[in-house]
């Protein structure tokens, strides 16, 4: 809970996390997003400054961007990224992501504004991933697009960090998975 102190909400972490859209091409087998009822949206411009304004002025340092959903689908993504960063130059910029979007603008995007980039891949071979996140995700494509991640060069690629959830139907692929991701990412 927040503490009052001079009339300012105190934030102890020093983080924002913004869920800009709800949006999201997955399925992923173990995720409630689906569960939760609302309106499917992406959060409009206004809220967003908002929001971040009244961030800056607690304090923040970072801003994690995105949540259930998947932050490259909404359209005014780079208007929302570029106004925090013009808002405050030294902000650290988070996502988390399956990374299938992350080409050709949105790969842009990604070196342009974030700091931090968390990929959720929960499988290595064709089958085990595209049963564990479902939807429009296609092992392939997504392989293609961490490879291009990976390769950007030094000074406009993010840190990178792989994260792997356990799960019956992929336990088998995690040994595989270290051995192709442990030397490449951060």
Not at 7 to 33: D, S
Not at 36 to 65: C, P, Q
Not at 135 to 158: Q, Y
Request: aromatic share 10%.
């Amino acid at each position: 809970m927040n503490k009052l102190y001079s009339g300012k909400a105190l934030i102890p972490n020093k983080q924002i996390i913004i869920e800009n859209t709800n949006y999201c091409g997955a399925q992923c087998i173990m995720c409630p997003r689906d569960k939760v009822r609302y309106k499917w949206e992406h959060m409009e411009m206004n809220l967003f400054k908002k929001a971040f304004d009244e961030a800056v002025e607690a304090g923040i340092s970072s801003l994690t961007i995105g949540g259930f959903g998947d932050c490259f689908m909404d359209p005014r993504l780079e208007d929302k990224l570029a106004y925090a960063k013009k808002q405050c130059p030294k902000i650290k910029v988070l996502s988390s992501n399956t990374c299938h979007l992350i080409k050709g603008k949105n790969l842009k995007l990604l070196s342009d504004y974030i700091d931090t980039f968390k990929i959720s891949m929960y499988g290595m071979s064709k089958s085990v991933y595209e049963k564990v996140h479902g939807g429009a995700l296609k092992f392939e494509e997504v392989m293609e697009n961490i490879n291009n991640v990976i390769a950007l060069p030094v000074g406009r690629r993010p840190y990178l960090i792989m994260q792997y959830l356990v799960l019956p139907e992929n336990s088998n692929e995690l040994k595989k998975w270290k051995e192709c991701w442990e030397s490449k990412v951060d």
